[in-house]
């Protein structure tokens, strides 16, 4: 059967995973009585909840007799890592543009690494039945990116379709007709897209994606460079150095048939599939028959932006909610989560019982821990804090993002003076439709982390904002961090809903009462500058003297809601967020307040 390998690529929340199911229903991979969940292809709990993609995915259609694979692509730049190596994989390539908000920081992301490989987009003006769409204007942006990153002149010759992957129509005028489905899609990437490239040589092949499977062990998913592979036959897998990792021998061979995966006889070389039976293969590493001497050269990856540090919980309340709490399972974890996800690096602290995780950025870090908190890890991180470098001449490098951000007219100044604020340089001001603006901004990654709810904040939730990777840059300089202190309890036991009424005029809390505290926890927000210790467990005095109106129910102000994220980007160099699988709570890195004191007198000292 003839072949064509594609990807979806597009900016976060563009439509590919909605595309894709239309995709499979409309090509008859799927029985018209089998029940499909909304976006398919978005499989674990995290997916579905948060609505992107995490992680690559593999699926296949069949269309005029022709098997065209199509891998789902994560639109976030925190997961870069995927969508650069999974381009390696393919022949062509979709882009998805949204019909109303254009090119986005990821779209350019992505199209950088689909033409810097070779690939001719096909550009799929999605959402065109949005109210405030505006195709012409937005395929002269997708132009004008295309020319800004180089690409050649039959790159820059890319055929254009319009339609609503929601509806399931696509078509080369924006007004349809709607009744053909999808079916110029299909025809053009026929068209469009090259058969597989085909070597000549025994069997090799590059681990794109890897995962774990309880019956089958370890699964790696690459396309065929050369030759042929059946189950049972003798493979050695080197890597990227050309040393010898593991030789073993394919126990089975998995093809992607629809939403299944389907075990096969043989798979021919331009074909995407997945192996099982080997147990040290992964990632990057070359898969081959054991008379290749040569690893293929695999697509290099960009560098980690953003490290956090992951601790033992040594909190007094440690091991209470979670039942995987020590260094070494905690190690294991890490190290297993590096394999299969190259932009993540891991680091062993000198005393064993910390990690340094570096990775593209604050979500991707939240979404490790948010899945080992799921799996009953129990575990306390520290603050992101940005990887510096330094160039030739020793002068201090930091990452630079470029940042474009979606906002009423009427909060564009909030915008402007936060971000100068944040040493930001603003390099495009345009009006983006609808009595809105988008502004892009060259800001240091320092400055940004935490800022995304102080800009929903401030935009009372109109504006969006969308980061990426620009470059390297000489340090900025200092950037102003959190002004207010936080209200730290002195003391252990249960949180009364009576002291928590009386020190409300202190600040606004971030816990319920009856939350189990312990000392050195943060309870509270400071309305001022400075930490202070409070005692949230005292009660109300039990007397037998009562005064008319002292015995009304207490009504207290609802606490600050801490998600993950905003625990991570809001705390401290001084401060952890304590991860367990029931709560997430804020602390002192030190919990003793004369620990405190002598580390707050070292820093002056330093500091002086």
């Known amino acids: ?58 699926t296949s259609v069949v269309w005029k007799d022709v098997r065209i694979n199509i891998v789902d692509t994560p639109g976030h730049a925190d997961f870069g890592g995927e969508v650069e190596r999974i381009l390696n994989m393919v022949d062509g390539a979709v882009l998805l543009v949204d019909a109303a908000e254009g ?93 597989p490239k085909v070597e000549d040589g025994p069997f090799r092949m590059i681990g794109t994606i890897l995962e774990a499977n309880p019956f089958l062990g370890r699964i790696i998913t690459g396309r065929i460079a050369s030759g042929s592979v059946k189950p049972n036959q003798a493979v050695k897998v080197l890597a990227g150095d050309g040393s010898l990792l593991e030789q073993g021998r394919i126990s089975k061979i998995l093809a992607f048939r629809g939403l299944e995966r389907q075990p096969i006889d043989e798979a021919q070389a331009g074909d995407i599939v997945a192996i099982a039976g080997l147990s040290k293969g992964t990632v990057a590493d070359t898969f081959c028959d054991p008379s290749v001497a040569q690893p293929m050269e695999a697509q290099p990856i960009d560098p980690p932006t953003v490290t956090m540090s992951f601790l ?11 039942d995987k709490v020590t260094s070494r399972v905690i190690r ?71 940042v474009v951000v979606d906002v009423d007219e009427e909060h564009a100044g909030i915008v402007v003076q936060k971000m100068s604020e944040r040493k930001a340089e603003m390099v495009e001001l345009r009006p983006s439709g609808g009595d809105r603006q988008r502004l892009v ?43 207010n202190g936080v209200l730290i309890s ?52 039990l007397s037998n003297v009562r005064a008319a109106g002292k015995d009304e129910a207490v009504k207290l102000t609802p606490p600050i809601r801490m998600t993950l994220e905003r625990a991570l980007s809001w705390i401290q160099e001084d401060e952890l967020v304590e991860v367990t699988p029931k709560s997430i709570r804020l602390r002192k890195l030190y919990l003793d307040p004369h620990e405190r004191k002598r580390f707050e007198k070292q820093k002056m000292a330093g500091a002086a």
């Open 103 to 195: 090119p986005m920081p990821q779209t350019k992301f992505v199209v950088g690494k689909a033409l810097k490989v070779g690939l001719k987009p096909i550009v799929a003006v999605n959402k065109i039945d949005r109210p405030d769409a505006r195709a012409d204007e937005v395929i002269n942006e997708v132009f004008d990116l295309f020319a800004a990153l180089d690409a050649t002149d039959e790159q820059l010759d890319f055929p254009i379709l319009y339609g609503s992957g929601r509806d399931g129509w696509m078509n080369y005028d924006p007004a349809g007709p709607k009744d053909e489905g999808l079916a110029p899609l299909f025809d053009l990437v026929l068209k469009h897209v090259p058969e």
């Open 441 to 483: 901004f060259h800001a240091p990654t320092r400055g940004l982390i935490g800022y995304q709810s102080e800009l929903l904040t401030d935009t009372r939730g109109t504006a969006v904002m969308n980061r990426l990777f620009h470059e390297y840059q000489p340090y900025k300089g200092e950037i102003g961090g959190r002004v």
């Open 490 to 541: 002195n003391d252990s036991g249960e949180a009364v809903a009576f002291a928590l009424w009386n020190l409300e005029d202190r600040g606004p809390m971030v816990i319920d009462p009856g939350v189990k505290v312990y000392q050195g926890m943060i309870i509270g927000i400071h309305s001022r500058d400075n930490d202070l210790e409070v005692n949230v467990l005292k009660g109300k005095k």
């Open 312 to 322: 033992v919980n040594d909190s007094p309340l440690a091991g209470t909610e979670g």
């Open 332 to 402: 294991d974890r890490l190290l297993k989560e590096a394999e299969g996800n190259v932009a993540l690096k891991i680091e062993e602290s000198a005393d064993k019982d910390s990690f340094f995780v570096s990775g593209r950025g604050e979500l991707q870090l939240a979404v490790l821990i948010e899945t080992m908190r799921r799996e009953g890890f129990e575990l306390a991180v520290s603050r992101p804090r940005v990887v510096m470098t330094k160039d030739d001449s020793g002068q201090l490098l930091e990452p630079i993002e470029e």
């Open 1 to 58: 059967m003839k072949l064509r390998n594609i990807a979806i690529i597009a900016h976060v929340d563009h439509g590919k995973t909605t595309l894709v199911d239309a995709l499979l229903k409309q090509s008859g991979s799927l029985r018209d009585n089998q029940r499909v969940d909304e976006r398919a292809m978005d499989s674990n709990d995290l997916e579905k909840e948060r609505g992107i993609t995490i992680l690559a995915k593999a």
